[in-house]
């Protein structure tokens, strides 16, 4: 009889398993290639730090993954995520070997081959502020990449003696007050990201309306800094 319940749990965890392994159908895990996904699969996409006119070639933005660009050979950064789709999520990136001011100061997010989406070049860090704060929404069209949007909320969450507006548009910190520069104040970023279009199975991706009907109660990343 203890044989049999053993059995049984053997069994249980093995359709578990089964069961884990199928909600994700994406077995896709370079961002420099092609995925067509379904909500709450895992979707890998990059992000790149370098000049934002490291980004163009002959006056056209490509995306990083192309090698035209020669960002390998330069001082850029890079990072890669692997959230699931339709999930809000909040990506952290820090680490001592992590410097976007001297990586070029600006970010570009990208995914895909064909479509090669990426996102216009957005200002990050320099000698004089550091954005700490960004907001990202993916959009795909029946389960395809399509485009990369960051999105602005202006500076009404600006609060703290560290934090200053930039354009009217950002929160940054004075880079000299980050601890990367001797100061105290950690800079690290935080990236809020969200979903919007459909998945391949044509169901609506809503996160990214979650995050903007429920604005007031996101996080605020410089409640610190008061």
């Not at 081959?113 to 860090?125: E, G, K, L, N, T």
């Not at 979650?210 to 007031?216: G, P, S």
Request: net charge positive; proline share 3%; with cysteine.
């Amino acid at each position: 009889m203890v044989r049999a319940i053993v059995v049984t749990h053997i069994v249980m965890m093995t359709l578990m398993m089964i069961q884990a392994k199928a909600w994700n159908t994406n077995h896709v895990f370079d961002p420099c290639l092609d995925a067509k996904v379904q909500r709450y699969d895992g979707f890998t996409f990059g992000l790149a730090f370098s000049t934002k006119e490291s980004f163009i070639f002959n006056e056209t933005q490509l995306s990083p993954c192309d090698r035209r660009l020669l960002l390998a050979g330069s001082t850029a950064q890079f990072a890669m995520f692997r959230p699931k789709v339709d999930e809000i999520s909040l990506l952290t990136l820090n680490g001592t070997q992590f410097n976007p001011n001297m990586a070029g100061g600006y970010m570009v997010a990208f995914a895909g081959r064909q479509y090669a989406a990426r996102s216009v070049p957005i200002f990050v860090a320099d000698m004089t502020n550091t954005v700490t704060s960004f907001t990202l929404v993916l959009e795909f069209q029946k389960g395809t990449l399509q485009n990369l949007y960051w999105k602005k909320f202006g500076c009404a969450s600006c609060t703290g003696k560290s934090v200053v507006c930039l354009n009217h548009t950002d929160c940054a910190i004075p880079t000299s007050n980050c601890k990367g520069n001797g100061g105290a104040v950690d800079c690290n970023l935080g990236i809020q990201l969200a979903f919007s279009g459909t998945d391949k199975n044509e169901e609506v991706l809503n996160s990214w309306y979650e995050v903007a009907n429920l604005r007031q109660y996101s996080l605020r990343l410089y409640s610190n800094l008061r």
